[in-house]
C-alpha cells in the first residue's frame, strides 16, 4: 500500500532557519489516532527520503500484524531535514553561505523544537534517529525540558561516553578531512550517478535509497559568470563536517545516562561494524554506567548505513522494537526483544 507525503515547513525561533519536513502515512481507510508518530532523522550528508524504503516495509508490517495492539500500531510518521541537508538546505542556502558549520547540537535544538511544537502535540512519539543523528537526539533528550516521548530507537549510534580515547577523537578529523577531499560538482546528473556506481558506499545501496539520493539530495546550479548548468549537493560539504566534530559526540556519550533513565531507549547496530566499533558499542550500552538499554539488537546484511544498505531488515527491527513494547504493556515485564551479543 502506498505511502502518502505530505511536505510541511517550519522556521527555528532562535536561528530563523528554515526546516523542511514529510509527513508520512498509508493510504488507508485506517487510521489510528492512539498509536505511535515516529519522528525520524537522517545521518550526515543525508536527507529525509532515505527513510522512505524503511517506512514503506514498516507500516506494512504494522497493518498486517495479528499482534500489534493498536497503541503500538505506526498512526503517522515524520522525517525531517536537518538545517543545512537536503530540502531545507536549499531554502537556507544564503544564511548558511559563510555561515560556521551547523553542529550536532543544533540538530539537537531542532528536533528538540519538533516534538514539542504542535506538529505532533498530544501524539505518542517514538523518536528515532541513525548515526550522527543518535547523538543529536540523546542531546535533545537529555535537555532540562525533557520532550515527551514513548521510546527512543538509536540505529547505529555513534556518541562517545567516557573514556574518550585519542583515536576517538581523531576519527572526526579523519571523517572531516574525507568528506572535505570528496568530489562537490558534476557536469549533469548522468556523469553524477556514474561516479557514484563506481564507488563505495553508494555501490552497495539498495537501489531504492540510491535513486531517492539522487533524485532529493542533489540539485542543479547555474554559474553566473559562465551559464554553465552543473549538479551539485544539497549539503554542501562545507557545513557536513560540523556533524563529525568530536565535541558533541562526547557530550552525548555524557548525557546518554540521563536519557536511558528517561526513556526506553533501544540501540539498533549492524552486523558489520564498521564506524562503530564492538568496544564502542559495548561502551555505549554499559549499563554499570547507567546507560541501560531497553534492548539491543543486530540488523543483519548491513553496514553502518543500514538505512541505506538494508531498509527492510531496518524496519523489521523496528517492527520488533513495538511489538515488544506492546506485548511488554500487556506482560508488565521487561522488553523482550533479545539481547544481541555485540
Known amino acids: 500500500m502506498p505511502l502518502v507525503c505530505e511536505r510541511h515547513q517550519f522556521s527555528l525561533p532562535h536561528s530563523g532557519l528554515l526546516v523542511v519536513a514529510s509527513r508520512y502515512y498509508l ?78 547540537q543544533h540538530y539537537a535544538d531542532m528536533l528538540e523544537f519538533f516534538v514539542k511544537s504542535d506538529f505532533v502535540k498530544g501524539h505518542r512519539v517514538v523518536a528515532i534517529g541513525h548515526s550522527a ?18 521510546a527512543l530507537i538509536l540505529v547505529e549510534p555513534v556518541m562517545l561516553p567516557p573514556p574518550v580515547t585519542e583515536r576517538d577523537l581523531k576519527k572526526g578529523d579523519t571523517n572531516s578531512s574525507t568528506v572535505l ?8 546528473h548522468k556523469s553524477l550517478r556514474e561516479w557514484m556506481l563506481k564507488r563505495y558506499p553508494w555501490k552497495i545501496w ?9 533524485k532529493h539530495g542533489f540539485i542543479e546550479v547555474i ?36 536519557t536511558c533513565a528517561r526513556y526506553p531507549v533501544h540501540a539498533l547496530f549492524s552486523e558489520r561494524p564498521e564506524m562503530v566499533s564492538l568496544g564502542a558499542r559495548k561502551a555505549i550500552c554499559d ?49 523482550l526483544v533479545p539481547a544481541a551479543r555485540l
Open 27 to 104: 493510504n488507508s481507510n485506517v487510521y489510528n489516532e492512539g498509536g505511535v508518530t515516529l519522528v525520524l532523522a537522517h545521518c550526515s550528508s543525508g536527507h529525509k527520503e532515505q527513510w522512505v524504503p524503511t517506512l514503506t516495509k514498516l507500516l506494512d508490517l504494522c497493518l498486517r500484524s495479528p499482534s500489534l495492539q493498536p497503541q503500538w500500531r505506526v498512526r503517522e510518521a515524520w522525517a525531517l531535514d536537518a538545517p543545512n541537508h537536503g530540502d531545507s538546505a536549499t531554502l537556507n542556502k544564503a544564511a548558511l553561505l559563510g555561515h560556521k558549520p551547523l553542529s550536532i
Open 133 to 150: 543523528s543518535t547523538s543529536a537526539w540523546t542531546l535533545a533528550c537529555a535537555a532540562n525540558s525533557p520532550p515527551p516521548l514513548c
Open 181 to 188: 577531499a570528496r568530489q562537490e560538482v558534476w557536469d549533469d
Open 206 to 214: 539498495d537501489v531504492r535509497v540510491f535513486e531517492l539520493y539522487l
Open 223 to 258: 554559474d553566473g559568470s559562465t551559464g554553465k548548468t552543473s549538479v551539485t549537493t544539497k549539503c554542501r560539504k562545507a557545513q557536513e563536517v560540523g556533524f563529525y566534530y568530536a565535541d558533541d559526540h562526547i557530550v552525548a556519550g555524557k548525557a546518554t545516562s540521563i
Open 287 to 335: 549499563a554499570s554506567e547507567g546507560r541501560l538499554m531497553a534492548s539491543i539488537s543486530v540488523i543483519s546484511k548491513c553496514g553502518h548505513l543500514a538505512v541505506q544498505e538494508n531498509p527492510e531488515g531496518l524496519a523489521q527491527a523496528i517492527y520488533d522494537i513495538l511489538l515488544s513494547s506492546c506485548e511488554k504493556d500487556l506482560k508488565g515485564g521487561m522488553c
